[in-house]
């Protein structure tokens, strides 16, 4: 099967010939650009074009006391850490006096000629921006205040909702119409290990709308629309999956996030892009530190161990998509990929 083929049918919840990868995706990267104001070893300062100042910055202490750097998998450049410097809407009346991001019809030609070219090679193309919930606190207000006005006053964060989304649907809409996009990847972690940011019934009111929106836009123009949030989401997936996502990741047990429970519960509605996970204890608690250690350490055979569980778990039936591959090429890294392309092939043995 080509690579497009094969996403289409996990995502209708058909069997390919093997598990997706994302070796079958290309991506046309996001419809937020960035103004780089300063940068140097290990930082960048940057604009949004909502007027927001933000530091990716290297966290230099991330991963060294379980020596990932130099034993694991990963490269620092892989722990970027994102701070927001300064939001674009301090006070309310800020909201009145700033401008939205607009389509670059530059941006599209060039987008549209390259999907063109990833078509023809058979990838499943994606447009990716940040979800409703994410772009309130990451662009316009911070979080702390943002979930504030949650509480405090909904009307006004339906406004700031609005204002942030809006214009980022406007965007994709015009790039699945002109560049034939195949989904639009919506990305903001909705929580941490604990739980969700906010109550079901505040994402009912104040985020559902405008995911539902964004879901039946994306739609009627002919692309799935995926989501990727961290943290513990299971309070809000039933009405995540009402509001008509397709796809959901990264069901990481270190957001306490149960593979089998997702899918049973869920594996029939939605389709499942997994990292790399492991069976989780009956009490829903884990060790994080060998997690930790599983996913970007250097001990093979437990990497495969886990990739057994996390196939055998999500695969059958189809509705299954895989994120956590190798890139690089040591001797452990091939043999993961091996273990991977000998897995990864339908009919899956349970």
Known sequence: MKPIDRVYAALYHEEPDKVPDPRDFAGLGSVIKREIIKQGPGFKIWRSPFGSIHLDYVNPSTGVSSGVFQHGWVDPENFVWWFNIAPAVRWPEDLERIEQPTLDYEDLKKAKKQAEEMHKKGYFVILSHHTAFDTGWRFV???????????????????????????????????????????????????????????????????????????????????????????????????????????????????RMNLAEVKEKYGDKITLYTDLSVEMPPEGKIDTSRYTRILYGSDIKEKVEALTYTVRTAAPGGGFIFNRIARGHTEDQRLYMKAWERLRRYPVST
């Open 141 to 255: 207000r911070g979080l702390k205040q943002w979930l504030t006005d949650i509480v405090r006053d909904p009307a006004f964060a339906r406004k700031v909702v609005e204002f942030g989304i809006k214009p980022q649907m406007e965007i994709a809409n015009a790039y699945i119409e002109e560049a034939h996009v195949d989904a639009v990847y919506v990305y903001g972690d909705q929580g941490t290990p604990e739980g969700p940011f906010i109550s079901p019934r505040a994402y009912r009111e104040i985020i559902y709308p405008w995911d539902r929106r964004l879901a039946e836009a994306y739609h009627k123009r002919g692309a799935f629309y995926f989501i990727h949030s961290h943290g513990y989401i299971m309070p809000l997936l039933e009405d995540m999956i009402r509001a008509g996502f397709d796809a959901v990741n990264p069901i990481s047990p270190l957001c």
